[in-house]
Nanobody, 118 residues
Framework: QVQPVESGGGSVQAGGSLRLACTAPGFTSELCAVAWYRQVGGKLREWVSSVGPAGSTTYASSVKGRFTISVDTVKDTVYLQMNSLKPEDTATYSC????????????WGQGTLVTVSS
């Protein structure tokens, strides 16, 4: 199984921005969708955004209008541009390949921590 690697997290003030990156080798050639999730402590992992193999994008209502997902197919990397950050966005963000059996067999990334202070 392939394990994605997330990066770009950090600590910012409310209203600030961060860009997260998820590198998942093979997701472009295997026609995977890639989804971002977030988790606070031991609570349920929440879906945030997805990009499909043909470039379609979807967002959770809580982040729509503030976050943008994009893809660099050459680098097999998916980005999550997060603007107008709020304290409630504080979480560990992880990514996962989705779709075909090959995609679903991919592991979860280790996550990158985002902390937004008021």
């Amino acid at each position: 199984q392939v394990q994605p690697v997330e990066s770009g997290g950090g600590s910012v003030q409310a209203g600030g921005s961060l860009r997260l990156a998820c590198t998942a080798p093979g997701f472009t050639s295997e026609l995977c969708a890639v989804a971002w999730y977030r988790q606070v402590g031991g609570k349920l992992r929440e879906w945030v955004s997805s990009v499909g193999p043909a470039g379609s994008t979807t967002y959770a209502s809580s982040v729509k209008g503030r976050f943008t997902i994009s893809v660099d197919t050459v680098k097999d990397t998916v980005y999550l541009q997060m603007n107008s950050l709020k304290p409630e966005d504080t979480a560990t963000y992880s990514c996962k390949t989705r779709g075909t059996p090959w995609c679903e067999n991919g592991a979860w990334g280790q996550g990158t921590l985002v902390t937004v202070s008021s």
